[in-house]
């Protein structure tokens, strides 16, 4: 097979895969990202960033108090439970991971879930409101080059 035949491999939000990832214990299966990966002949390389950290499958939900993932990545923003845990540690965690299979994996582009606070790539919740910003792994995968979607973006 020649290279221009080869897959190129894309980090993808494993719950769009229909993967029951979120913190509900639910999937975001998109039919729109699972055309867009075939139309493009991408090969799907599913993380979730929450789980790779190691929270638990169904887990509190997390929003961020201050910030965007950006400031989080910086030690300035914050994002906490809807318990009133502190998560920062833990989702730079997941993030530094999903950033390391994405470089394993030769991943150049992700294609990631928005407004989710890892994964949002131009919409976050800061406590119950919807307002411009990137989730912690958008903002450590943009800031290590990689380019990111969003499903909204198809
Ligand atoms: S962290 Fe990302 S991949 Fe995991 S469930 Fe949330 S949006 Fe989906």
Redesign the pocket.
């Known amino acids: 097979m020649s290279k221009n035949n080869l897959c190129q491999p894309v980090l993808v ?4 895969l229909g993967l029951p ?3 509900d214990g639910k999937a ?1 299966r998109s039919q729109a990202v699972i055309d867009y990966l075939q139309r493009e002949k991408l090969m799907p390389v599913p ?5 790779l950290a190691g929270m638990t499958t169904p887990r509190a939900k997390t929003a961020f108090h201050s910030g965007d993932g950006h400031d989080v990545v910086h030690g300035v923003g914050s994002v906490v439970s809807e318990i009133g845990q502190p998560m920062n540690d833990v989702f730079r965690r ?1 993030a530094q991971l999903a950033l390391q299979v994405a470089r394993l994996c030769g991943c150049q582009r992700a294609l ?2 928005e407004r ?4 949002g790539v131009h919409r976050i919740y800061r406590g119950n409101e919807q307002v411009p910003g990137a ?1 912690v ?1 958008a903002a450590l995968l943009i800031e290590a080059g990689i380019e990111i979607i969003s499903e909204e973006d198809l």
């Open positions: 939000s494993a719950c769009l990832t979120r913190y975001k993380v979730c960033p929450e789980q997941g990631l879930k989710s606070p890892s994964c989730g792994t």
